[in-house]
């Protein structure tokens, strides 16, 4: 769990620094991709706490819901029906149960 934090702090502060810009236009894509990427390390934490983690299904579930996610987003986008709804809604759910088994298993 320690290279996990050290993984995102440091991808936190080499993003700081890297001059990268993308579209506005891109902006719901990347919003919902690390929604569902953040979903998805919580989820990794989660696992950790309960000796479950496997990196394969880590990584694997890292890069196919965000990418699943931002092509919902996308084709929704195209054919104009708001489908980003139900990325924000699923990864978002499962987002809040994941720190809520994650903060309890803190306080146990």
Do not use: Q
Not at 39 to 45: L, N, R, T
Not at 72 to 80: A, E, F, N, R, V
Request: aromatic share 16%; charged share 10%; hydrophobic share 50%.
């Amino acid at each position: 769990m320690i290279w996990a934090i050290l993984g995102l702090s440091l991808g936190v502060i080499v993003g700081g620094y890297v001059p990268f810009t993308y579209p506005s236009s891109y902006s719901l894509y990347i919003s919902i991709a690390l929604l569902a990427a953040f979903d998805s390390v919580c989820g990794a934490i989660r696992a950790s706490m309960e000796n479950k983690y496997d990196n394969t299904l880590f990584i694997s579930g890292f890069f196919t819901n965000a990418i699943l996610a931002a092509m919902i987003s996308y084709i929704g986008d195209k054919l104009g029906v708001p489908f980003y709804y139900a990325p924000i809604i699923v990864f978002g759910g499962r987002l809040f149960d994941n720190l809520a088994i994650i903060r309890r298993h803190i306080f146990k």
